[in-house]
Structure formats: C-alpha cells, structure tokens
C-alpha cells in the first residue's frame, strides 16, 4: 500500500505535471534536480509512453539523469544541444520579482547552466516557496572551490553572512562537480540580490552562487486551489 500524499506534494505534483504539458514535439529539454522536479520527469516519462517524442532531455544533475535515464527518457547532453527549447526546475524561495534561491539540493551549478543555455526557464514550486525578500527561510548556497573554504568564508562573513560548509552524515558535501558548498545565512535578509551575486563573484574561488536574478521566464506554483503561473 502506497502512503497518501501530503498536500504539499499534491501541490509539487500539480506544479510538474503543468509544467511537463508545456514540453512539445521535438523539443530538447533541460530537467532540473529535487522533489518538485522529479514529478517533472515523472510526468515527462508518462507522456514520452503515451508517444511524445523529444529530442532528448539533458539533467541537471546526476540524480535526476539516472532517475529520467531509469524511465527511458531519452538523455543527451550540452555538446550534442548547445541550447535548450526549455528548462524546467524547482527552487528553495522565489521573490516577487521571480529571483530565486536555489540550490539546496547542492545541484546549483549545473543547474545555472542550464538555466543559460534555455530559450525559456519555467520554475515550478509549491505555493510555501514564495517569499517577500529572499534569504530570510533558507540560506544562500555558494559552490567553492574546496581548498579556498577558508579565505572564501572569511571575505563571505564580511558581507554580513554567517557560514556553515554543507555536510552529508558529518563529512564535507561534495558537489557533482568535486566542489564544496557554502550555506549564508544573512540575518536581515538579502536586500539587494544583484549586488550580493556580484560581490559573490568577486572572490577567487567562489564557482557560483544560489542566485538566480533576470533568468525566469515563467513561474508555475501548485498551491490548494490548482496552479498559478506568474507573470
Ligand atoms: C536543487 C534545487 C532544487 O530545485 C530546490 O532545492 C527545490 O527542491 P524541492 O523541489 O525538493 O523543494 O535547487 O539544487
């Protein structure tokens, strides 16, 4: 027997099937990492079996290709499709403005890149994610370079953060691409998001922030009452 959904997973589900009934004939597809994200490919899957055909889909994570690879979606990678007709992922919070945290699922890095090389970036999230002011539920995860941790907390504390290096069962998270991850916590919140990634991007070793500032097209939330797509 199968436990019963909680309603927040009801209301990923809503967000992913929506999502993947914008995916269309021939299209290449980026597949983003999470829980939001698996009820994509879930839903991708069942319509690849009902007889949509697309050129391939390219994951955002490890995770997320042996999970799609398992459902026989057909992968391929950024070499063989340089540019996706459409990304389509999960994210920690979203602001009014559609900027995001991402991340916590340590998948950042891959996943900005596909956000980059996208036609068009649809989020999709239960209706918990949204937020006023980003910063304030989950904290900023950085992507460093392993050796410069300690220089790189200490420039990151300067700009008002508190810093944990990630951990997995008590040793160092270690990112698909051989990175650490920093989590920043700013206790007022995260007041001017561009301003903090730029900042971020100036210290020698920081790979990549959870910021994600004018890259969303399309914003799908699953809450009670069905979905919501912004704008
Ligand atoms: C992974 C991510 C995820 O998209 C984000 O953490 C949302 O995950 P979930 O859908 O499980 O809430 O950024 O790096």
């Known amino acids: 027997m199968t436990a019963p959904m909680s309603p927040q997973d009801t209301w990923k589900q809503r967000a992913g099937s929506a999502a993947a009934d914008l995916i269309e004939e021939g299209m290449v597809v980026g597949l983003g990492t999470g829980s939001t994200?698996?009820?994509?490919?879930?839903?991708?899957?069942q319509r690849i079996q009902q007889g949509l055909q697309i050129k391939g889909a390219v994951a955002s994570s490890l995770a997320t290709y042996e999970m799609a690879?398992?459902?026989?979606?057909?992968?391929?990678?950024?070499?063989?499709?340089?540019e996706l007709d459409i990304y389509i992922d999960g994210a920690d919070e979203i602001d009014p403005q559609l900027r995001l945290i991402k991340g916590a699922g340590g998948a950042l890095l891959r996943e900005k890149i596909l956000a980059s090389a996208a036609r068009r970036f649809v989020v999709i999230a239960d209706s918990s994610k949204k937020v006023t002011q980003l910063g304030h539920r989950?904290?900023?995860?950085?992507?460093?370079?392993?050796?410069?941790k300690t220089p790189i907390a200490l420039q990151i504390s300067r700009l008002g953060a508190q810093i944990q290096i990630r951990h997995?069962?008590?040793?160092?998270?270690?990112?698909?691409?051989?990175?650490?991850?920093l989590d920043c916590t700013f206790p007022q919140g995260i007041g001017d998001p561009a301003q903090l990634d730029a900042q971020l991007h100036n210290i020698v070793g920081v790979v990549e922030t959870g910021l994600f500032i004018h890259m969303v097209s399309q914003v799908i939330i699953g809450g009670p009452e069905g979905v919501q797509v912004f704008p």
Do not use: G, K, S
Not at 37 to 45: E, G, P, Q
Not at 69 to 82: A, E, F, K, Q, S
Not at 138 to 148: G, N
């Open 168 to 181: 997995n069962n008590n040793i160092p998270f270690i990112t698909d691409n051989h990175n650490y991850i």
């Open 69 to 82: 690879n398992n459902l026989n979606i057909p992968m391929t990678d950024l070499d063989d499709y340089p």
């Open 138 to 148: 989950y904290p900023l995860p950085v992507e460093i370079i392993p050796l410069a």
């Open 37 to 45: 994200a698996a009820y994509l490919v879930r839903a991708l899957a």
